[in-house]
C-alpha cells in the first residue's frame, strides 16, 4: 500500500498505477478515525475497480467556527492498518497546507439541497464539502466514487454536483453500517458518554419503529414526524436538532398532510441528535412500495 502525502506524490503514484488513466480507480474520501462504515465502503471500491484509493483529511472548510475541528478525533496508524486490510492500493494524507496553500477564493455552493436538514444547522457546511471533493475528484480522477448513505443529504448535494459540473465519475451510494443494537457507525461516537451511547439508540430505534408507522392508512407526514420526535424525546438527554421526512433526492418537504402510505416518490426520514455536545445523524430511506 503507497501512502502519499503530497499532491505531487499521488499524482505520480497513480499516474503509474492506473497506467496512464487505463486502469479504473474506486476511491473513498474520509475524514479518517476509520471504522466498520468506512471499510464497506473500501471494500467496495477494492472489489469493483483494478486500484482502490482512499483520503483522509480533516477538512477544516467544511466545519464551522464552533465546531469539532480541533477536537475531531485521529489515529493515522490504526487507519493505515485498516485501510492495508481492506485492500486499499494508496492512501493520499495531504495536511492542511497541501490543499489549501492559501485562501480559496473558489467555491462550490450547490443551491436548494443544502438548504435543509445538515445545511440549515451547519451553515457553509456543504460549500467546504463540494469544494474539498470537487478538488480531490480533479487531483484522483475516480471512474467511481463510494459514499455512505448515512449522510443522504451529502449523496444528494454531490450527486447534483457531479451532474451540473460533468464531473466523469459514478456516485455509488452504500448502505449504512451499524452496531449490534442499530446505532450508525460514526467516528463521533467516541466522544459519547457511557449514558448517552445507552440512549443514542433511541434514533435507529425511532427509525425502525417509523417504517412500520408510515404503512399505516391514516398517517400522515405530519403525524410520523410527532410521533418519531416524542420517541426521541424518550431518551432523557436527547436534544433534537431535526427530524425531517423529505422526498429523495431532491429534498422538497413532503405536506404535512400527506398520506405516507400513499408515497409515490421515496421519502428519506432524517434526523439530527445531540447528547451533551455530540451531535449524531441518522436516516432511514422509504420506498413507496414499502421496502427500504
Ligand atoms: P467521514 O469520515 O465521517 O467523513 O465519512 C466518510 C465516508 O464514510 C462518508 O461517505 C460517510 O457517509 C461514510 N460513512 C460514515 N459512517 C458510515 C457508516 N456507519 N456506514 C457507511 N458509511 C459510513
Redesign the pocket.
Known amino acids: 500500500m503507497i501512502v502519499a502525502r503530497t499532491i505531487t506524490d499521488l499524482k505520480e503514484h497513480l499516474y503509474a498505477l492506473s497506467e496512464g488513466g487505463r486502469r479504473s480507480i474506486g476511491f473513498?474520501?474520509?475524514?479518517?478515525?476509520l471504522?466498520e462504515?468506512?471499510a464497506?465502503?473500501m471494500r467496495e471500491a477494492k472489489a469493483k475497480n483494478v486500484i482502490a484509493v482512499l483520503s483522509v483529511f480533516v477538512n477544516p472548510t467544511q466545519f464551522g467556527p464552533n465546531e469539532d475541528l480541533d477536537r475531531y478525533p485521529r489515529d493515522e496508524e490504526r487507519d493505515l492498518k485498516l485501510a492495508d486490510e481492506c485492500g486499499i492500493d494508496v492512501v493520499f494524507l495531504p495536511t492542511v497546507q497541501q490543499m489549501y496553500p492559501k485562501p480559496s477564493k473558489t467555491s462550490i455552493i450547490v443551491s436548494g439541497l443544502t438548504d435543509r436538514l445538515c445545511g440549515a444547522s451547519r451553515p457553509r457546511h456543504f460549500d467546504g464539502v463540494g469544494l474539498i471533493v470537487g478538488k480531490l475528484f480533479h487531483l484522483i480522477k475516480p471512474d467511481r466514487v463510494?459514499?455512505?448513505?448515512?449522510?443522504a443529504q451529502?449523496v444528494a448535494v454531490i450527486q447534483q454536483m457531479v451532474d451540473d459540473l460533468n464531473f466523469d465519475t459514478v456516485i455509488v451510494p452504500?448502505?449504512?453500517?451499524?452496531e449490534p443494537d442499530g446505532l450508525?457507525?460514526?467516528?463521533r461516537n467516541v466522544y459519547l458518554s457511557a449514558e448517552h451511547r445507552a440512549q443514542a439508540v433511541i434514533l435507529s430505534q425511532s427509525l425502525e419503529q417509523a417504517r412500520g408507522w408510515i404503512q399505516e392508512e391514516t398517517m400522515t407526514a405530519g403525524s410520523l414526524l410527532s410521533r418519531v420526535k416524542e420517541r426521541i424525546g424518550s431518551a432523557p438527554d436527547a436534544v433534537i436538532d431535526y427530524v425531517e421526512l423529505l422526498r429523495y433526492p431532491s429534498l422538497e418537504p413532503l405536506d404535512e398532510q400527506e398520506l405516507t402510505h400513499k408515497l409515490e416518490s421515496p421519502a428519506l426520514l432524517a434526523m439530527a441528535v445531540k447528547f451533551g455536545t455530540t451531535r449524531l445523524i441518522d436516516n432511514s430511506l422509504y420506498h413507496p412500495s414499502g421496502g427500504v
Open positions: 473513498v474520501p474520509t475524514m479518517g478515525y471504522h462504515g468506512h464497506s465502503l463510494y459514499f455512505g448513505m448515512k449522510d451529502q452504500c448502505p449504512t453500517v451499524r450508525a457507525l460514526s467516528s
